[in-house]
């Protein structure tokens, strides 16, 4: 299927639920006030230090990405954190289209619990999240192969409209996974690995950009499939990570079985 040259998505800068949560996993719940807890997840803001890190990711963007030539298609989730961090990106000549599909995971009666309430209401699911991240459901909520179908729209759309162009995505941290989990052919297994690689501190940060492509980096050849994966958090560190080549997979018996056997067998009789 005829695809994008080059599909580049990035998150939002940090937001008030995001600070919110934080505190709240250092047993500091102040920020759940009354008022905070009417308001809906789509409607919260960028922090200050959300615009700053916006504003170190539109630089890196414009030295890395755009120097040469612009994105020819820009589109946003229509939650007010990504808006907010769409326009403080303030690309050059750039006109977003705000997607129903990007929109952030709908986490449920889990969105706006405090830390403690969360332990204390659903110790068990938030177990099973840990097992299986993949196919876990919040209370009301998606999983993520619900966001991963939304984002099938998407990419018919970019295989339709886009062909040999460069999209732009602002979106959340759990459509960037589930961008992973589509153009990287990841199994759940494989997610899980990923998702809590390094005691679970290589999730995706505020501004982390996912930057796909058909074109070969080395060879400047361009594929039929994004076939190259870089990322790089610019708030962090200015270098990306070095370009890692997808493969994509198709799984014999004994492989399928390689991945079932990880899965522990509680009852054999």
């Known amino acids: 299927m005829p695809m994008p040259i080059d599909i580049v998505a990035?998150?939002?800068?940090?937001s008030e639920i995001n600070l919110a949560a934080r505190r709240?996993?250092?047993a500091d719940d102040s920020d759940f006030t009354p008022e905070f807890l009417r308001r809906q997840d789509a409607q919260f803001r960028l922090t200050d230090k959300g615009v700053e890190q916006?504003?170190?990711?539109?630089?890196?963007?414009?030295?890395?990405?755009?120097?040469?030539?612009?994105?020819?298609a820009h589109f946003v989730s229509g939650f007010v954190r990504a808006r907010e961090s769409a326009a403080y990106l303030d690309l050059p000549g750039a006109l977003w289209e705000v997607s129903p599909y990007l929109h952030e995971r709908d986490w449920g009666i889990l969105t706006q619990m405090t830390e403690k309430g969360r332990l204390e209401a659903f110790r068990v699911a938030l177990q099973q999240r840990h097992e299986e991240p993949y196919f876990f459901r919040p209370h009301?909520?998606?999983?993520?192969?619900?966001?991963?179908?939304?984002?099938?729209?998407?990419?018919?759309?970019f295989a339709r409209e886009y062909i040999g162009k460069r999209v732009l995505l602002v979106a959340h941290g759990e459509v960037l996974w589930a961008l992973r989990i589509l153009y990287e052919d990841m199994t759940p297994e494989e997610f899980a690995r990923e998702h809590f690689a390094d005691g679970g501190r290589a999730g995706m940060k505020n501004c982390q950009i996912l930057h796909y492509t058909r074109r070969n980096p080395h060879t400047g050849d361009v594929g039929l499939h994004m076939e190259?994966?870089?990322?790089?958090?610019?708030?962090?560190?200015?270098?990306?990570?070095?370009?890692?080549?997808?493969?994509?997979?198709?799984?014999?018996?004994?492989?399928?079985?390689?991945?079932?056997n990880l899965t522990k067998r509680l009852i054999s009789r």
């Open 140 to 157: 009301g909520g998606e999983r993520l192969s619900d966001v991963c179908v939304r984002l099938e729209i998407m990419r018919d759309r």
């Open 24 to 26: 709240s996993r250092h």
């Open 10 to 14: 990035m998150r939002h800068g940090e």
């Open 54 to 72: 916006v504003r170190v990711a539109s630089t890196w963007i414009q030295k890395h990405l755009t120097a040469e030539a612009p994105f020819d």
């Open 228 to 260: 190259w994966m870089r990322t790089v958090a610019p708030t962090v560190t200015d270098v990306p990570t070095s370009w890692y080549r997808i493969v994509r997979k198709l799984r014999n018996s004994e492989e399928l079985l390689a991945d079932v």
